[in-house]
């Protein structure tokens, strides 16, 4: 055990968890790009209304948002606790209550919000709730995950929910500090979606939920349509087409630090949205959610206030 009480994970002893690879020594006190420790850290766990529908269903998603990122993404929402901090040292016995409570609420199902820095804690906790734990869990994340890590999830998750936020190396390094993030994303992505992915997947009708499955998120970022298009056109050539869902959504608005970018510090207009959305139709990509323009607003993001925790 460290000075501080905090608990030793094989993992964590040369962490590469994600595709950073750091390989610092987290059990010793040392910190990577994400800046986590060992104990988890979170800062909300709630009922989440404002998932696809098929994810928030009619209870709500029992979201539970964990502290720090292995991104950093200039226009982040959740940048109080991505890239501030923000949150709880929670152990991973108090997270597996955690879901047990959102169960007990009413939740669809768990949804562990940029988890991968936590998982060897997350996966205790799983385990621990996992008798008792009788709803889907969710993988929502940035998409940048190593495929090892992807390989780990296997029985444990039941739906992924990554995104996919750019094709262009320059803006992925640009905006979020990944070179990289494409490719990797990518081949990530095509883990979950052999894990997880169903023949002829079909968007569930009005009113249920999924239990397991893949939905690809991707938000289209002003000024930068022609790059979503370009994340398309290889979405349609390179994943296997009708084993997941595709959500197109129009609701970027510029936080954290998007002002810094004059051509992110406005929303998205009507046009750019629309092409994105024409081209996903002409690829045959319309299994899965397209987002009305008026939909961009704050209210998605929830207050960061360590209700549940």
């Known amino acids: 055990m460290t000075g501080s009480g905090e608990k030793q994970f094989r993992y964590y002893e040369s962490c590469e968890l994600c595709p950073r690879r750091c390989r610092v020594n987290r059990n010793l006190g040392e910190r990577g790009f994400c800046n986590a420790g060992t104990e988890i850290k979170a800062a909300r766990a709630a009922l989440h209304m404002w998932e696809e ?149 079909k968007t569930p009708p009005e009113g249920e939920t999924l239990k397991r499955g893949v939905i690809v998120r991707h938000m289209v970022l002003p000024s930068h349509r022609k790059d979503s298009i370009e994340i398309l056109r290889h979405m349609a050539k390179r994943l296997p087409r009708g084993r997941y869902l595709i959500s ?18 406005r929303r998205v207009t009507s046009f750019e949205y629309d092409s994105v959305v024409k081209e996903a139709v002409r690829l045959g990509l319309t299994e899965g959610y397209m987002q009305e323009r008026q939909s961009a607003k704050e209210e998605y993001t929830p207050p960061f206030d360590l209700e549940g925790i």
């Open 53 to 201: 529908p098929c994810i928030s269903g009619k209870g709500g998603s029992g979201t539970v948002f964990f502290s720090g990122c292995t991104l950093k993404c200039c226009y982040c929402q959740n940048y109080k606790i991505s890239a501030e901090g923000f949150g709880r040292e929670i152990s991973p016995e108090r997270l597996s209550e955690i879901f047990l409570e959102l169960q007990e609420k009413g939740a669809e199902n768990i949804s562990l919000v940029t988890a991968t820095h936590y998982l060897e804690g997350v996966l205790r906790a799983l385990d621990l709730a996992k008798d008792r734990l009788h709803i889907p869990v969710v993988y929502n994340c940035g998409g940048y995950e190593r495929v090892e890590t992807v390989e780990r999830l296997k029985d444990y998750v039941d739906i992924y929910l990554p995104d996919l936020k750019y094709y262009s190396r320059e803006l992925s390094e640009k905006y979020s500090k990944a070179r990289d993030y494409f490719e990797t994303a990518m081949e990530a992505i095509a883990c979950m979606i052999e894990q997880k992915g169903s023949e002829n997947m």
């Open 248 to 265: 197109l959504m129009s609701q970027y608005t510029p936080f954290h630090k998007a002002g810094e970018y004059r051509e992110l510090n």
